[in-house]
């Protein structure tokens, strides 16, 4: 695979079927829009609408209860933390690694093809490298899982896989690519973050920790190949966070 345009290649832009190789994720709208509605709940204060209470539940959980129109609905603490637990946060993680390694890979043969214009050797070079680190995040996660006697995760997360092909096709050039990646990265960074806490065992929460920084890292390489500070931020942030 090509890490450069070949200027021997045609500029029509290639088809961009099929959903494993294919695709950049842009999620961070609807998805972020998920995560936050399904952590939080809102109460109505005009008092004419439903009454809202909060109780803590073991294990610093919480549940909260809302009556209208003389119905009440309780929601369940969240999930206990176990090694069980886990093993399902472990297979989520890896399946965004797939998701990672098929958008780099779709990046790298849609340059390679002339469809993104051209492409600067560092920037090639970025997105080789970034991939092969997201290819050995996954191995990790998949050596953790069948350890346990869990199946490998191969497969990205369908919902995601769908987005990742729908929003693809509006890229045209190196700077929607890096957008899109960017992107990709400060999900991925933001969900490691918030699910490190939720973790009940030693080997998941090293491996969620150490890859973290990483795709941290890659959001301020790809800061910079957009023109912005590479690290805007004092502080790592999960509100891009998504859930299994």
């Not at 099929?18 to 995560?35: P, Q, Y």
């Not at 890896?94 to 390694?101: C, D, Q």
């Not at 045209?172 to 933001?190: H, N, T």
Request: hydrophobic share 40%; with cysteine; proline share 5%.
């Amino acid at each position: 695979m090509k890490n450069q345009i070949d200027p021997d290649m045609g500029t029509t832009e290639p088809q961009r079927s099929g959903v494993n190789r294919r695709g950049f994720l842009a999620i961070g709208g609807a998805l972020s829009a998920a995560a936050v509605l399904a952590a939080c709940s809102k109460s109505d204060s005009d008092g004419g609408g439903s009454d809202s209470s909060t109780t803590a539940a073991k294990g610093g959980d919480t549940t909260t209860t809302e009556a209208e129109a003389g119905s009440t609905t309780t929601t369940a603490p969240e999930t206990e933390r176990s090694a069980e637990n886990d093993l399902k946060l472990g297979a989520f993680a890896a399946g965004l690694e797939v998701l990672a390694v098929n958008t780099y890979g779709a990046a790298l043969d849609a340059a390679g093809k002339g469809a993104l214009g051209e492409v600067p050797p560092a920037v090639a070079e970025y997105v080789t490298v970034a991939q092969k680190q997201h290819q050995a995040q996954l191995d990790r996660w998949n050596e953790l899982l069948t350890g346990a006697g869990a199946e490998a995760v191969s497969e990205p997360p369908k919902d995601l896989e769908a987005t990742v092909n729908k929003e693809f096709g509006k890229v045209k050039d190196v700077a929607g690519a890096a957008k899109l990646a960017r992107e990709l990265e400060q999900i991925a960074a933001a969900t490691y973050l918030s699910v490190i806490p939720l973790l009940a065992t030693e080997d998941p929460i090293r491996l969620a920790a150490s890859i973290q920084p990483i795709d941290m890292q890659h959001v301020a390489v790809l800061n910079f190949v957009l023109g912005e500070y590479p690290v805007p931020d004092t502080f790592a942030k999960t509100d891009m966070a998504v859930a299994p």
